[in-house]
């Protein structure tokens, strides 16, 4: 039978939990606090009111109330077509709509695409992973309803100008997801490519993006449902679609059309998203089955 251990062994090490414990215990207090500092510095910032909070929640809620139609069983059908009395103008805007999305995230990816090898860092030297970043991380900061508002101002109002304006912004947003997804490729098939006499190029597109191709079709996809809603806001500076007719019809208290308009986006934006949900669990899935 074993001999227990010395009294002053067992006192040292429960001294040392202890002390860990209260050492633990003092960091999670001190964040704690620099936390709620934080929290209160945001809240003088943003200057948020609780009052204000509760007495403009009516207001909002009127707001929402005048945008809802009239709807009566005896009269449903007249009234439902009262509704979306601009139906097919709405749905041709829709249909601009997410053309500009898909025309903005296809250029966008491309780009993305060609920068995203010299971003990543596992593949390219220092300074072509440093300048590449800059320029993708310039491209996603600046929001997309800026760039807009450039190029409407560069090209004049219409959908060329929210092409321009979604295309950067997804070129940015993009490039850093596909650069981190090649970051995790197998380098012994890039070794291979580089052994068998290939050029950079050569060993980005044989060695690479083979790997990767599954993780890059899934961001441009999900980038797609982004951009669909990131087209429907746009028309408010003239960049074409839906969202210029939106924003008339905010201006001219047409609380109807907002409430129709609104369905129509949120129908559609739905749909897309259905879609490239599955579409992107059939690439995985089938990346799945190969790899296995």
């Not at 053309?99 to 780009?111: N, P």
């Amino acid at each position: 039978m074993a001999a227990a251990p010395p009294a002053a062994a067992v006192a040292a090490v429960t001294a040392r939990w202890a002390a860990r414990s209260r050492a633990r215990g003092l960091r999670t207090l001190l964040w704690g606090v620099v936390f709620l500092l934080a929290v209160g510095v945001a809240t003088q910032v943003g200057q948020v009111n609780i009052g204000r909070l509760l007495a403009g929640l009516p207001m909002a809620a009127d707001y929402i109330g005048r945008t809802i139609p009239v709807l009566r069983a005896e009269s449903f059908g007249a009234d439902l077509a009262e509704w979306f009395w601009g139906f097919d103008i709405w749905v041709g805007l829709l249909l601009d709509t997410i053309l500009i999305g898909y025309t903005g995230t296809v250029l966008g990816g491309a780009a993305a695409l060609l920068l995203s090898f010299p971003a990543a860092t596992t593949l390219a030297p220092r300074w072509s992973v440093e300048l590449s970043r800059r320029l993708l991380e310039f491209a996603r900061t600046v929001p997309t309803l800026v760039f807009a508002l450039i190029f409407v101002y560069a090209f004049g109002l219409g959908p060329f100008a929210g092409v321009l304006a979604i295309a950067l912004h997804t070129m940015g947003a993009l490039g850093k997801l596909f650069a981190e997804v090649h970051e995790n490729a197998d380098l012994r098939m890039v070794d291979a490519v580089r052994a068998a006499g290939g050029s950079w190029p050569q060993t980005m597109r044989y060695g690479v993006l083979p790997q990767s191709l599954p993780g890059v079709l899934s961001f441009g996809l999900l980038r797609f449902e982004i951009n669909v809603r990131e087209a429907s806001v746009l028309g408010i500076v003239g960049a074409g679609g839906i969202g210029e007719e939106l924003y008339l019809s905010v201006r001219q208290f047409e609380y109807p059309d907002i409430s129709a308009i609104l369905l129509l986006i949120l129908i559609t934006v739905t749909l897309i998203d259905q879609l490239c949900t599955r579409l992107r669990h059939r690439i995985l899935g089938a990346e799945a089955l190969r790899v296995a």
